[in-house]
């Protein structure tokens, strides 16, 4: 069997077509990877959001148990607000 340049270029794009196709393959693979770690890391962040929150609303109901009534009920308020608006468009 002889091997002419025919040969040799037609190995070579059968390579390259093998090459580029697990490239494209590796990289649809860690998008999806990296993906579902943001999906995770998201829901890490939403969590600590939330403990922030009520953290910060007992802070304010402590402070208006103390007196301070200036924009204290406001603001606690528009907090209760946002968390009873919030737990209603995850329920939906």
């Known amino acids: 069997m002889y091997i ?7 190995a070579a794009a059968l390579l390259t077509a093998l090459v580029t196709l697990c490239g494209a393959l590796i990289a649809v693979y ?3 990877a990296r993906q579902n770690r943001q999906d995770v890391d998201i829901a890490k962040i939403k ?3 939330c403990l922030l929150t009520y953290g910060i ?3 304010l ?8 009534n ?10 209760e607000k946002h968390i009873n608006k919030a737990a209603h468009e995850q329920g939906e």
Not at 4 to 10: A, E, G, L, V, Y
Not at 61 to 68: I, K, S
């Open 30 to 32: 860690k998008w999806y």
């Open 4 to 10: 002419d340049s025919d040969t040799i270029m037609t």
């Open 47 to 49: 969590e600590e959001q």
């Open 57 to 59: 609303l007992a802070c």
């Open 70 to 79: 200036h924009t204290v009920p406001e603001t606690r308020a528009k907090i």
């Open 61 to 68: 109901d402590g402070l208006q148990q103390l007196g301070c």
